[in-house]
């Protein structure tokens, strides 16, 4: 479902800068992301013109020169897309619908003529805040808190709207129109879908930490790039743990193609302008994927310098996740509390960092009853809840588990205290360890 709800941004010229702030999101919904709708009105004072890819590719860069979308409570601001492109962004479209963006002058779904005289260039362009459906990221979509907090900034940037076609001028303002993709889902904080820019002198570069969905060097198709071999590994659980062994860009666009394009078809293949280096397989768990800083490292020299663009899930922090509760209850007007699901036994140790955190007032049976972080409007102080049910019965555990003096007594109750502290959002890292003050309140709490 899409809702406009009146929500526009207007670009007068070159280096023209416009702000639009999600404070009129709409409510009881999760979003699946934004659409962008770009109108741009052009004169053609030469003859008919049938747009190409490059050409596309080159207006987006041109019309949306920078795109920066701010997420975060307060106190915990962040660049979900982190001076991306208008083209990252259509990367992320192919990616989650595994096909091209709808443009008026290119693309099978139009590919119309740049008529002579006046006419509109237009192209939409679906921006997900969550992992494409292969990865079942349903329910990670953030909620109407967390979304009202975000502020979209474009800049457009110089020359013709095509660059190379000096007959093509603009022939007035450019707008982008700026529809939510809404499905019925809870209030809930989830970690964004990113793009995170990274260059390197040297032959390795190393992503953020969260977790790595796709990554890719940009702007030189797998056909004729000049990298050869390399490893990707992820800081996980302390040492780097291999992803990958050696590998050779033709075999990872091969596993590409077999996973992710449909029939093969070019157009379905981000390959044809990037080259993918890694990237998970269709239908993959994203509860046991490794979380943790991704590692790419050429076998030689072969790119100078390394650029690369992740698509990640940003981990959650102790001090965001209590931004995150304070934040809620100042919306709220008044008390709530913030829990998430805990990971099932088999899941990776830093899957906590990546959960949906649930937002419940008061009037919700489930404010008393589940273990989270409690912040009320008006107050700083955050503060760990833990209903008494839980903690009798860890501490039952405990007291049997000295009493036995066996290791699977420890066991248990060592898996009844993890159960209770993933639950809480923030206790721990993308190793898995328990770290910073929301799980030494959530230790005192349960007496360990």
């Known amino acids: 479902m899409g809702q406009i709800l009146g929500n526009m941004l207007r670009l007068a010229g070159t280096g023209a800068t416009d702000v639009l702030k999600f404070d009129s999101a709409p409510p009881d919904v999760g979003f699946l992301g934004v659409r962008l709708n770009l109108t741009v009105p052009v004169n053609n004072a030469g003859a008919g013109y049938t747009g190409l ?47 091209e963006i709808i443009c008026s002058f290119f693309g099978p779904q139009t590919g119309g003529q740049i008529g002579a005289g006046a006419s509109n260039l237009t192209a939409t362009i679906f921006c997900p805040f969550v992992p494409p459906p292969f990865y079942k990221g349903a329910r990670r979509l953030p909620g109407t808190t967390q979304v009202r907090q975000m502020v979209l900034r474009v800049v457009e940037g110089a020359g013709n709207p095509i660059p190379g076609q000096a007959t093509i001028t603009r022939n007035g303002l450019a707008t982008i129109e700026v529809e939510f993709v809404t499905m019925p889902g809870p209030d809930q904080w989830s970690p964004v879908l990113s793009i995170q820019r990274e260059s390197s002198p040297r032959r390795d570069a190393t992503g953020p930490d969260g977790l790595t969905l796709i990554a890719w060097v940009p702007d030189s198709a797998a056909s004729g790039s000049a990298l050869t071999a390399f490893t990707i590994n992820v800081l996980d659980g302390g040492p780097w743990i291999k992803v ?19 029939q093969g078809a070019t157009v379905n293949d981000i390959n044809d302008e990037h080259t993918v280096v890694h990237f998970l397989p269709f239908g993959a768990d994203l509860d046991l994927q490794p979380h943790g800083a991704l590692r790419f490292e050429e076998a030689k020299s072969d790119l100078s310098p390394v650029n690369l663009r992740f698509a990640y899930l940003p981990a959650r922090t102790p001090a965001r996740a209590k931004a995150e509760a304070k934040t809620s209850a100042l919306a709220a007007g008044g008390s709530v509390l913030l829990t998430q699901q805990p990971a099932g036994e088999d899941a990776d140790p830093g899957l906590a960092t990546t959960l949906p955190a649930r937002v419940f007032t008061p009037s919700d049976a489930r ?47 060592r898996r009844g205290s993890k159960v209770v502290v993933l639950a809480i959002p923030g206790t721990t890292n993308t190793k898995g360890d328990w770290v910073g003050d929301v799980a030494d309140m959530a230790a005192k709490a349960l007496g360990s």
């Open 53 to 99: 890819q490059t050409d596309l590719v080159a207006f987006l860069k041109r019309m949306l020169s920078v795109v920066v979308l701010e997420e975060g409570p307060v106190g915990q601001r962040m660049n979900v897309w982190n001076a991306a492109d208008g083209n990252d962004l259509r990367t992320l479209h192919r990616i989650h619908y595994q096909n």
């Open 244 to 262: 990958t062994d050696l590998q050779i860009v033709s075999r990872v666009w091969r596993m590409w193609q077999d996973e992710m394009v449909d």
């Open 367 to 413: 404010f008393t009853t589940k273990p989270g972080l409690l912040a009320s409007a008006g107050s700083d102080v955050v503060t760990v809840s833990i209903p008494s049910r839980f903690t009798s019965a860890i501490a039952q555990q405990a007291k049997d588990a000295a009493k036995d003096g066996s290791a699977v007594a420890r066991d248990v109750a």
